[in-house]
């Protein structure tokens, strides 16, 4: 087991998580299988197979991120790959379409208390797991953090006039992203020079829950960015934002 790479994938239920945890096991990494509901965390591992653990971790709650981080102290002592994927798009979207949706979050309709809602999982819960397992990280001979952020954050291509989506730029989601971008730069300032690389990786626009599968992508597309990333050796880059195959996304 020593030899054997150990995996936390947050919101890894369903989704670009559940798939993200699904090939990182098939390629022999043994996986947390991160979820809010543990119920549907040890569905998501069962269905996963071999190398799938459940684990419950909500990235709102800091007992239930410290109870995680403990967990993975005490069966394995150490983390080798924290994949930041948890993330919600809105609280009260029901059956609108993403068009509609974006027209009652732009700047003056938006609710404080979405943005609040959105921003504590997208932002703050990053970082909270961050804090709780970069001890666990240091412990590992070659860690690595990929932080599952989106297109939509980047403030130079939304800066853009002629952006195909830059109408739905809004303070929630999309700006939820541009923070957590910020946020993972600075964990990429404070991580130089330890050895522990930080990527920030985008999926593209999947079929997911989050835009009410509204998206053109399949999973395994989606995912695969992310799987590359985090499956990535010692040798390989840090201080990246991609997507899909290597392209550099500006910040």
Not at 74 to 85: H, I, K, Q, S
Not at 126 to 144: D, F, I, K, N
Not at 238 to 244: A, K, V
């Amino acid at each position: 087991m020593s030899n054997q790479r150990i995996a936390l994938v947050t919101g890894a239920n369903q989704g670009v998580g559940f798939q993200v945890a699904k090939e990182l096991a098939a390629n022999g990494v043994m996986v947390y299988v991160g979820s809010r509901n543990l119920e549907r965390g040890e569905a998501a591992a069962k269905e996963i197979g071999n190398g799938a653990i459940a684990l419950q971790i909500d990235v709102t709650d800091q007992a239930s991120i410290g109870a995680a981080a403990e967990r993975v102290r005490t069966e394995f002592g150490r983390l080798d790959l924290l994949v930041n994927n948890a993330a919600i798009s809105n609280t009260s979207r029901a059956d609108r379409s993403l068009e509609e949706f974006s027209k009652l979050t732009r700047a003056s309709k938006i609710s404080l208390d979405e943005v609040r809602a959105i921003w504590e999982t997208n932002v703050f819960g990053a970082l909270a797991v961050y804090q709780a397992m970069l001890p666990l990280l240091r412990e590992s001979a070659h860690a690595h953090i990929v932080n599952v952020s989106s297109g939509v954050g980047s403030l130079t291509t939304n800066a853009n006039p002629d952006l195909q989506y830059r109408k739905m730029y809004s303070p929630g989601y999309a700006a939820s992203k541009t923070a957590l971008n910020a946020i993972t730069l600075a964990m990429m300032i404070e991580l130089e020079g330890s050895g522990i690389k930080v990527n920030l990786v985008s999926p593209g626009f999947t079929k997911t829950n989050l835009n009410g599968y509204a998206g053109p992508e399949s999973l395994e597309e989606g995912s695969r960015e992310v799987v590359r990333v985090a499956l990535l050796g010692p040798d390989g880059p840090t201080g990246t934002f991609t997507r899909w195959e290597g392209k550099t996304i500006p910040w």
